[in-house]
């Protein structure tokens, strides 16, 4: 499935808001399809400035959130509704230096709720698709590229066992945090440097990031997961063989 936002940009926001873990009163959803699934978002979640880019506005979870009522059948935590520290590192280092990414077709892999993407397109590239399996996320991604006026495309396919795509720079952000995925990463990765594309990797250090296939570009100081883990170091490297 493919989705299409179309937008420009926006100011930075003067509002701040804070990260909080997942919690909340009873809320029932039953939301199973697109609409519902957006509907629930803007009606539970808060639109609040990312921690270190606070260009970019998120619809973020809050206590009142009511998260833990979203009926998911494979029991895979919310994680689109939070920024994660390795995101947050790459998003302010493409907005920061933009000529890695200006003009030039972009991959988020793993978007989240499009963090990296929204960077992505507002540092001045070219088109951008962000790959994400949870369908809460898929939903959350138009939202947030449309609150920060970019366009983004949305594809809900797992990507990781097939060829590289049309790309020229693809971005990950975080998803080093368990062994399999990591492996599976790996190899996409891979096939994606051996086609000729820049890869650029954000991650706090995690057990099972490959260090030594990356080249470290930056680091910063940033909260991960809401505040929940603490600050970590988000550094941003470069993928390569």
Known sequence: ML????AGRIDQPNDSQEFFPIAGPD???TADTAASR?????RNLRLSPVPL???IRLYTAHPASGLHQIDNCDH????WAYPWSGGMALARHMLDNPGLVTGRAVLDLGSGSGLVGIAAALAGASHVVAAEIDPFGCAAIPLNAAENRVGITVVDDDLLDGPPPDAEVIAVGDLFYNRKLARRVTGFLDRCVDAGMDV???DPHRAFLPLKRLAPLASYDVP???????PKAGAVFRFGR
């Open 38 to 42: 957006a509907e629930f978002i803007t």
């Open 224 to 230: 991960d997961m809401g505040l929940v883990a603490g």
């Open 76 to 79: 895979t935590p919310p994680y």
């Open 200 to 202: 650029l990797v954000g």
């Open 3 to 6: 989705v299409r936002q179309v």
């Open 27 to 29: 809320i029932h959803s």
């Open 53 to 55: 880019v606070a260009e």
